[in-house]
């Protein structure tokens, strides 16, 4: 790993006759955006506000993940379904809530309550809602195979 400070750059370009954002970072494929259904767009792209709920549920999986080798968590498919709540708070709109519903597939000889708090230090040390002021909650369905 690098040392600390980070530095990440994203650029977003718009033409005014048109709707869609193209959001570039170099080395990475270009994304296409657009406002979503829900403030009167198309619907049909990523939305900032998707992209923000994909970037949670993505940082929980690759932190659990880190997390899981060295805490001796051995697991098969772990799936992170999440959503997010927007609302209107003191004239501001902002995630209020952030739910994660979580689904890990383990082996028969793996203690559930190891799993479990593996993913719960997986959701406390998660850098992206580390910078969120949204209130996260995380539900657990863990399955054996």
């Known amino acids: 790993?690098?040392?600390?400070?980070?530095?990440?750059?994203?650029?977003a370009t718009a033409n005014a006759d048109q709707s869609r954002v193209r959001v570039s970072s170099q080395g990475l494929e270009d994304l296409t955006t657009d406002v979503p259904r829900e403030f009167g767009g198309p619907g049909d792209q990523w939305s900032p506000e998707a992209l923000l709920i994909a970037a949670v549920a993505d940082c929980f999986v690759l932190t659990f993940r880190?997390?899981?080798?060295?805490?001796?968590?051995?697991?098969?498919?772990?799936?992170?379904d999440a959503t997010g709540t927007l609302e209107?708070?003191?004239?501001t709109t902002q995630f209020t809530t952030i739910q994660l519903a979580i689904r890990i597939s383990v082996p028969d000889e793996i203690e559930e309550e190891?799993?479990?708090?593996v993913l719960r230090k997986a959701e406390e040390t998660c850098l992206i809602t580390n910078s969120l002021t949204a209130t996260v909650t995380l539900t657990v369905e863990i399955t054996r195979q």
Do not use: E, G, T
């Not at 790993?1 to 650029?11: G, K, L, N, S």
């Not at 209107?88 to 004239?91: E, F, S």
């Not at 190891?114 to 708090?117: A, T």
């Open 1 to 11: 790993m690098q040392d600390f400070p980070h530095h990440y750059r994203c650029v």
């Open 66 to 80: 880190a997390m899981a080798a060295p805490s001796q968590i051995a697991w098969h498919a772990l799936d992170c």
């Open 88 to 91: 209107r708070v003191n004239r």
């Open 114 to 117: 190891k799993v479990l708090r």
